[in-house]
């Protein structure tokens, strides 16, 4: 199987989106790394992960994913983050075993209860047919968020040819991705009320995630009293490569406040 380890200190697990390769987030990898020991990976359905998975399982796979990612890399409690599709998942696995995580980050999350909306429905049909589409409809969909995230041109080209070279080296499968989505639709996530650890919800604008609308994501801020939310300004659904400085910033104050919050309770 193959984990990405690196960087020293508090132990961050980061868990992929529906693309389910790691690389896509390499720019949030680099920059957590600089404060925090990261831990990521591809999901286990995509081949070049390393790990098995059983179609039949669904969404149970990547429960036992995290739990052999947590023992191969000796850790016994993490921060998780779950990005965007990840989002439930990594929630389901804080509520199951609170033990193990000291502190949960939803990402742009899809909420428990999400369902396909038209459009996804639209690929979801025949995605290897429409897999040109797609991709055609993405970059259309993220030229106002990146704008808006990076004022200058340079910077802007400089990011698309960065992120056009981590997407041609790290091919995503169309129909990989729709039987994930399917996965989540027949999957029953429990409530997020259970969940009992300190949770940041971080979304972008609104009216810049044309992904997962931020009001989608806020629903778990309804359902977790103790949750806390930030917003980072001037991104949508790509503020975690976009600006990933400020990202790791975010994560970072968090980890910070959990280990203020566990010394006063403690004192």
């Known amino acids: ?69 947590l023992q191969s890399a000796g850790l016994d409690q993490v921060v998780l983050v779950g990005v965007s599709y990840s989002g439930p998942i990594a929630a389901e696995f804080a509520a199951r075993y609170p033990g193990r995580v000291r502190g949960l980050v939803l990402v742009s999350a899809l909420p428990p209860d999400w369902t396909p909306n038209p459009r996804a429905k639209f690929y979801l049909r025949a995605p290897r047919l429409l897999s040109p589409v797609f991709m055609l409809d993405a970059p259309v969909r993220a030229y106002r968020e990146i704008r808006a995230a990076l004022p200058s041109k340079w910077q802007q080209l400089r990011f698309s040819y960065g992120q056009l070279r981590r997407v041609t080296g790290a091919y995503v499968s169309p129909a990989r991705m729709a039987t994930r989505l399917r996965w989540n639709d027949q999957h029953r996530f429990g409530d997020p009320s259970r969940l009992a650890g300190p949770v940041l919800i971080i979304t972008g604008e609104d009216g810049l995630d044309r992904v997962v609308p931020p009001a989608q994501t806020r629903k778990y801020l309804a359902a977790v009293p103790q949750a806390r939310h930030a917003v980072l300004a001037h991104t949508g659904h790509l503020g975690l490569i976009t600006k990933p400085v400020e990202f790791a910033e975010l994560v970072c104050r968090f980890i910070d406040e959990i280990g203020r919050d566990a010394r006063r309770a403690s004192a």
């Open 1 to 69: 199987m193959k984990v990405i380890d690196r960087g020293s200190g508090p132990a961050v697990v980061l868990m992929p989106g529906v693309q389910g390769r790691w690389e896509w987030m390499a720019p949030a990898v680099d920059a957590l790394a600089a404060h925090c020991r990261i831990v990521t990976f591809s999901l286990c359905d995509e081949p070049t992960s390393g790990f098995s998975f059983d179609p039949a399982r669904g969404i149970d796979n990547y429960f036992d994913q995290l739990e052999t990612v």
